[in-house]
């Protein structure tokens, strides 16, 4: 079975351009949660869908950050404009109604 | 006040050894208690659940005390292999739907020398 597919692996951009994370949970899970993990830290939750719907987007800071699951299945996470402080790897993570989560192997950011 | 609070370390510890990590948890209403491990530059991985009368799987013993709102991870005769981060993480109830959400620790970091 395919784990959670993220792209890419790694980004480097400069301040103040856009970036956009993609991720594929795995087959039948319908619970999708994109994480950010500063270094040294443990990762803290942006947003998570139920299906399509973005049940808990408290901590997504919706000035520069918006994500989408259109059709319940893949997600994008998109930042518009950076800022220094986004450099993070960004973790997308996937679960069968709210069992255990497999996380993907994440999109390191850094902006210059 | 951070939701999970763990010792980063790191712990430095021979092969063979008995090594343990704690962490506390700020919300009494927590519902549900795990051990994640992080290998470098890698994602988290579930390690164990945690359950109120304490569970074993082989090397690994987790267990939780929810008067002191505090879990333990005890690993017996440590391997090299388990050399890695080990994250503390508590699901708490919240808004948008009864799954609650995962709160992780900042990590424990172990290496495990020969």
């Known amino acids: 079975e395919a784990g959670v597919v993220q792209s890419p692996r790694y980004k480097i951009i400069e301040k103040k351009q856009p970036v956009a994370f993609w991720c594929n949970p795995i087959?039948?899970?319908?619970?999708l949660y994109w994480y950010r993990q500063n270094l040294g830290q443990g990762p803290e939750l942006l947003i998570r869908?139920?299906?399509?719907?973005?049940?808990?987007d408290s901590q997504l800071p919706k000035d520069r950050f918006s994500a989408e699951r259109l059709k319940g299945v893949d997600s994008t996470l998109k930042i518009q404009p950076a800022e220094l402080g986004d450099s993070a790897v960004y973790l997308c993570?996937?679960?069968?109604?709210?069992?255990?989560?497999?996380f993907g192997p994440g999109t390191r950011l850094t902006v210059t | 006040r951070k939701e999970v609070e763990q010792d980063p370390g790191p712990f430095n510890v021979p092969e063979g050894a008995t090594v343990a990590f704690n962490c506390t948890y700020s919300?009494?209403?927590?519902?549900?208690f795990f051990w994640y491990r992080q290998d470098c530059r890698k994602e988290p991985k579930l390690l164990m659940s945690?359950?109120?009368s304490g569970n074993e799987d082989g090397r690994f013993t987790a267990q939780l005390n929810r008067a002191s709102q505090y879990i333990s991870l005890l690993i017996r005769d440590s391997k090299l292999s388990d050399s890695a981060t080990y994250l503390c993480?508590?699901?708490?109830?919240?808004?948008?739907?009864?799954?609650?959400?995962?709160?992780f620790g900042r990590g424990t970091q172990l290496t495990v020398w020969p």
């Open positions: 993570a996937s679960s069968y109604s709210g069992d255990e989560q497999y």
């Open positions: 087959s039948g899970h319908n619970t």
């Open positions: 869908y139920e299906n399509e719907e973005a049940v808990d």
């Open positions: 919300n009494s209403a927590s519902q549900s």
């Open positions: 945690v359950y109120s």
């Open positions: 993480v508590v699901n708490t109830p919240g808004r948008g739907s009864t799954l609650g959400r995962l709160y």
